[in-house]
């Protein structure tokens, strides 16, 4: 396997304000600029535990404390470690906008102030004036500070981020209790990711959304503009190792969203897999009636395809089995957010080693840098967002319930991941509970929206309507299961039922919470979750969850757990008619002790034996992957 060794040269210099700022990297790698500035590093910083600091001032006020950008306040790297209820919490910087960015649009010069994500509820002041709310803890977003701060100003930033316990909101595997218990985890308030400024002329180009046409041998690119002046081209020019490859251009002045087709020569095609990862470089250009750039944006592609045929999800054309893991994307030291790049690569490699080709990204929207090394690496993604059991209504009281900012939130996360060849299928909802009723109706309109959404966001990827349990949607693309069986044998039963037309599904003693099956591709997409801790070993009668759990009985020993897995792996690889499989779960997670790997990463069990299960042809592999 090996990656395109022109994208090394992809980053601009990390960090410009200095070597000891903390995730210095640039953090969006589809759409590079050079100059922009990283503003990661200590802000003020104060808790305000009844969301009153706007009454009393804190947003003209200097603040108590101090807290390390881009690391939540409830973990260790942040300095401030306090993993109590924060409804509300206040961050103040001094910055200083680089004087020369003047160059870029003279007095027409935007300065754009970017915030990877914030949870959950965020408002942003530039020098007293609100530039910006946001809500949802996930996405990015990003205040046009044209009119509030030019080049060479120096401005005090104010964000005031709130997550009352008590607002439906998406919060993933963040624990709604005070401590963490069972599958819930160390909440995440506030800042969580890069904080940056980058300018732009006044007429710009916004994110490339870039559409590989894998039997055309084209890149379709629709590059989205801020506004249109007239006489302006957009030009995308498209290279790789060798060289450049070729280009199109198309009049700007017409369309807020001008469309270019750009043809790869028949000898220059090579599509992007898992076997061969290769990507394109994408540069595009908005040049004025003279033919000056005004602004440009280095970017990048995989040419591939996904389709689905009959039971069948075959990506360009080929019966790939998708031997995918759930990776929640936490660390002990910094929560959500990786402590650095390296720890999200190493999550990429970590997968690799083990045998699986792919990963459930779970119940976060994970940091975007993530996905360009899977792009890299050429590792099969499927994107999915953080509202774990919404819709219980009575059953849990994890305040999930789901609204109209989860199809809000998702539109971000699908516009922000759009161009990722990784990304192989979409699925907004996760594990949903609500029974089949015609009464209680919110579920089923918020799940219909959210595949519409994604479907007329992305028709190119099949969508998932909600993994587990309670699929809503008679025409999603894809059906699933989670399914904990613990036994081989009894495991292999359930889930023999596909050849018949009646595969596993999840239910309810009290009645259906499923639109019947029809037929769609359908894999397990949660299995496992084997519980193995060999310092907790001795403690096999313990039933502690608080301390150590995982799923079923726990295994008596290392070789109990290989055994347990190659029994529940070979049940899903021997089935003709079953796409691919998710394994619960890369690394243990706090008490949730399941892992391939220990939380910190190291290896808990041989990894080589649990490659070795995955390394043989799956049945769907070996005949045409789409039977009748």
Not at 126 to 150: K, S, W
Not at 242 to 270: F, K
Not at 338 to 357: C, M, Q, T, Y
Request: aromatic share 10%.
């Amino acid at each position: 396997m090996s990656h395109t060794p022109f994208l090394d040269l992809l980053d601009p210099p990390s960090a410009p304000t200095g070597a000891d700022v903390p995730r210095p990297e640039y953090p969006r790698p589809q759409v590079v600029r050079d100059r922009w500035l990283n503003l990661n590093g200590t802000w003020q910083f104060e808790i305000d535990p009844g969301d009153s600091g706007l009454e009393r001032g804190l947003r003209e006020s200097p603040l108590t404390g101090s807290i390390t950008v881009p690391f939540a306040p409830e973990s260790e790297l942040s300095g401030v470690e306090n993993t109590d209820f924060l409804e509300a919490v206040w961050y103040r910087r001094e910055v200083t906008v680089p004087a020369d960015w003047a160059e870029v649009g003279g007095d027409d010069t935007h300065v754009l102030l970017h915030f990877g994500a914030v949870d959950h509820d965020a408002t942003v002041w530039v020098d007293g004036t609100e530039v910006v709310r946001h809500r949802g803890g996930f996405t990015p977003f990003t205040a046009d500070l044209h009119g509030v701060a030019a080049p060479g100003d120096t401005v005090t930033v104010v964000v005031r981020a709130r997550d009352h316990r008590g607002i439906p909101q998406a919060r993933g595997k963040q624990s709604g209790l005070y401590a963490n218990k069972d599958c819930h985890y160390t909440r995440t308030t506030g800042i969580w990711q890069t904080v940056w400024m980058e300018p732009v002329p006044g007429a710009s180009l916004r994110r490339p959304r870039i559409t590989p046409d894998l039997a055309g041998h084209t890149f379709d690119v629709r590059v989205p503009l801020t506004q249109n002046r007239r006489g302006h081209r957009v030009v995308v020019s498209v290279s790789d190792e060798a060289g450049p490859v070729a280009s199109s251009s198309v009049r700007a002045d017409l369309d807020l969203a001008p469309a270019v087709r750009v043809e790869i020569p028949a000898d220059r095609v090579r599509p992007w897999s898992t076997r061969d990862p290769h990507l394109y470089g994408v540069d595009v250009q908005l040049q004025d009636a003279d033919g000056a750039v005004v602004d440009t944006v280095r970017s990048y592609a995989g040419l591939r395809s996904v389709a689905i045929d009959g039971k069948a999800v075959r990506i360009n054309g080929e019966p790939v089995f998708q031997r995918l893991v759930l990776d929640q994307g936490y660390w002990p030291e910094s929560l959500m957010t990786a402590p650095s790049d390296a720890a999200l690569l190493r999550d990429v490699e970590l997968g690799l080693e083990a045998g699986f080709n792919g990963a459930r990204l779970h119940q976060k929207v994970f940091e975007e840098r993530y996905l360009f090394h899977a792009d890299r690496l050429g590792y099969l993604v499927w994107g999915e967002f953080g509202d774990w059991g919404a819709g219980d209504f009575g059953r849990r009281d994890d305040h999930q319930r789901p609204t109209t900012s989860f199809v809000t939130e998702w539109l971000e996360a699908l516009e922000r991941d759009y161009s990722h060849p990784s990304i192989i299928g979409w699925c907004p909802l996760n594990e949903t509970h609500q029974l089949l009723n015609d009464r209680i109706t919110q579920l089923d309109d918020v799940t219909r929206g959210m595949f519409l959404a994604t479907k007329l966001a992305d028709p190119s990827r099949p969508v998932l309507d909600a993994s587990g349990y309670s699929h809503r949607v008679l025409e999603t693309d894809v059906w699933d299961s989670h399914n904990y069986e613990q036994e081989p044998a009894a495991f292999a039963e359930q889930v023999g039922g596909l050849a018949s037309g009646a595969p596993y599904a999840n239910v309810y003693d009290e009645g259906p919470i499923s639109q019947p099956y029809r037929g769609q591709p359908y894999f397990v997409s949660e299995y496992g979750g084997i519980w193995w801790n060999p310092e907790e070993a001795a403690k096999a009668a313990g039933d502690d969850r608080a301390e150590s759990w995982g799923y079923g009985q726990r295994v008596a020993d290392e070789e109990g757990f290989h055994s347990r897995f190659a029994g529940l792996t070979d049940a899903l690889l021997d089935d003709p008619l079953m796409f691919g499989y998710c394994y619960t779960q890369l690394t243990d997670v706090f008490q949730e002790q399941n892992g391939i790997y220990r939380f910190d990463r190291s290896e808990k069990l041989d990894v080589g034996r649990v490659r070795a299960v995955q390394q043989r042809p799956a049945a769907f592999e070996k005949g045409d992957g789409a039977p009748a």
